[in-house]
């Protein structure tokens, strides 16, 4: 089976999205998803916010790319993460970017468990493909 | 036979269509038709079902939907 590992280290709410549609597609083919998310991209893993991030747009922008997102049918983030989640997606946060947004481990996610550097470089090491957002 | 309407993007379209494939037991078929607006679930769909040995059998357009025919199969 092949395997994709995802690294997201930024916490706007765009790349979130685009590591997320590239996650389903995966799995969609059968491979093996790991998801890590590290630094204040973290934050997007709590209860709290459930991928809800800024989009990196002027507010007239942003005001506008969410109006076409909804006239397009476009899901939020939190409705693809609890897809990903639904199909498998193995989501892995770092632990020193949880205590930066001041979070605890149950504040995260159900499923979304704690990693490190170790465990992203032996995933990335054992993976087809690796991205970075 | 089994239709399925939605203006969903293409991700949720096809964890939608990877939800009927596994609903399916092992040997059963059946044939899927997906009807969008968005003009690359057609190809995207052509290429899951390539990767993953189903049958894809084509795309139609109807006014300004598409209307996407394929065949799952379980083995």
């Given amino acids: 089976m092949s395997k994709i590992t995802i690294l997201l280290a930024d916490n706007s709410v765009d790349k979130l999205y685009h590591g997320l549609v590239i996650a389903l597609g995966a799995r969609a083919l059968g491979w093996n998803v790991k998801f890590?998310?590290?630094?204040?991209?973290?934050?997007?893993?709590?209860?709290?916010?459930?991928g809800k991030g800024k989009l990196n747009l002027p507010f007239i922008a942003r005001f506008f790319v969410k109006l076409q997102m909804k006239r397009f049918n476009i899901p939020d983030a939190d409705k693809l993460i609890e897809e990903a989640l639904n199909q498998g997606v193995e989501f892995y946060v770092?632990?020193?970017g949880l205590r930066?947004?001041?979070?605890k481990n149950?504040?995260?996610?159900e499923n979304?468990?704690?990693s490190g550097s170790i465990s992203f470089l032996l995933e990335a090491k054992d993976s087809d493909v690796v991205i970075t957002l | 036979m089994k239709i399925i309407e939605s203006n969903d993007i293409c991700p949720i379209i096809l964890t939608t269509v990877?939800?009927?494939?596994?609903?399916?037991?092992?040997?059963?078929?059946e044939?899927?038709?997906?009807?969008?607006n968005w003009e690359a679930v057609g190809q995207e769909l052509e290429k899951w079902c390539r990767e993953t040995g189903n049958m894809f059998i084509g795309v139609?357009?109807?006014?300004?939907?598409?209307?996407?025919?394929?065949k799952l199969i379980k083995k």
């Fill in chain 1, 36 to 50: 890590f998310v590290t630094s204040q991209a973290v934050v997007l893993f709590t209860k709290n916010r459930k």
């Fill in chain 1, 112 to 114: 979304v468990k704690l």
């Fill in chain 2, 18 to 29: 990877l939800k009927e494939w596994a609903s399916l037991k092992k040997g059963e078929e």
């Fill in chain 1, 100 to 103: 930066l947004v001041n979070a």
């Fill in chain 2, 60 to 70: 139609t357009r109807k006014d300004k939907k598409f209307e996407v025919r394929l």
């Fill in chain 2, 31 to 36: 044939e899927l038709i997906i009807i969008t």
């Fill in chain 1, 94 to 96: 770092d632990e020193a």
């Fill in chain 1, 106 to 109: 149950e504040d995260l996610l």
